[in-house]
């Protein structure tokens, strides 16, 4: 479980990442001192928290205007606000901002100064709705839906045998077709999760596709031959061997 902390202010991080500590949980734990700093490790990464606990008075940008664009973003990729991550939980000492935060989809509202076992129940309630949500996640088929042109268009992650990056716009590798959009592959390497390998900057493969592979490059089942990044190669071999003696 990956729980990110937004204050701009260390001991305000400070506090909750040691009472997050307290929960005996396994989780990896990442602070942000503003909603800028947030935002952009999510967009390097491509990986959003699980947990995020945003205050809302920060300078630069507040805590409601970030929440305004993770849902945002949510919007843009036709995924719910309702029922996915990460789940917003606000930290702030001034409760007139509740009706605010809760008009951004927040999950809970957390009232400076808190007491730990107000955090305590806080935290039990959103690792409960994580594991739930995660849970969901896995039972459906992976799909994502593309906006290419006039249309949208939900694609199984099954069919999809590589994707590429091409400056601003992804190629999806449908086998022998090809579907192009705007999009990001560090997105869609988050999206698509297990059995995805991304080998070079430029392709992220689907594993149940490789044909053979060298530390130069992979050959998928269509024929296409893609790039394999020098720094990519051994964790990429690791994870083929992990997933076929997965399948088998």
Same mark, same amino acid.
Request: charged share 25%; aromatic share 12%; proline share 4%.
């Given at each position: ?7 701009d202010e260390q001991p305000g991080r400070s506090r909750i990442r040691s009472l997050v500590q307290r ?39 507040? &805590? ?53 076992? *107000? ?17 969901? =996640? ?30 601003? =716009? ?22 698509? &999760? ?7 900057? &430029? ?19 269509? &024929? ?7 720094? =990519?190669?051994? *964790? ?13």
């Amino acid at each position: 479980m990956n729980v990110a902390i937004c204050d701009d202010e260390q001991p305000g991080r400070s506090r909750i990442r040691s009472l997050v500590q307290r929960q005996g949980m396994e989780c990896q734990i990442e602070e942000f001192p503003s909603g800028q700093a947030l935002l952009q490790a999510i967009d390097g990464a491509g990986e959003w928290p699980d947990i995020l606990f945003l205050d809302i008075s920060m300078d630069g940008m507040d &805590g409601i205007s970030v929440a305004k664009e993770l849902r945002a973003r949510l919007r843009e990729s036709q995924e719910p606000v309702w029922g996915s991550l990460p789940l917003l939980i606000f930290v702030s000492g001034r409760p007139e901002y509740m009706p605010e935060a809760f008009g951004v989809n927040a999950f809970q509202f957390l009232v400076k100064p808190f007491g730990e076992a *107000d955090f305590n129940r806080v935290f039990t309630q959103a690792a409960q709705e994580y594991r739930f949500l995660a849970a969901q =996640k896995q039972k459906k088929p992976k799909e994502i839906l593309v906006r290419s042109q006039n249309s949208t268009r939900s694609i199984r992650a099954e069919g999809i045998y590589y994707v590429e990056s091409s400056n601003r =716009k992804v190629i999806l590798c449908l086998g022998q077709e090809k579907l192009e959009y705007y999009g990001k592959i560090s997105r869609l390497e988050q999206e698509l &999760g297990s059995g995805f390998f991304r080998v070079h900057k &430029g392709f992220l493969v689907n594993m149940q596709y490789v044909e053979q592979y060298s530390r130069t490059g992979v050959r998928m089942q269509n &024929g296409d031959s893609l790039l394999v990044s020098k720094y =990519k190669y051994q *964790d990429f071999a690791k994870a083929y061997q992990d997933f076929i003696s997965e399948e088998t």
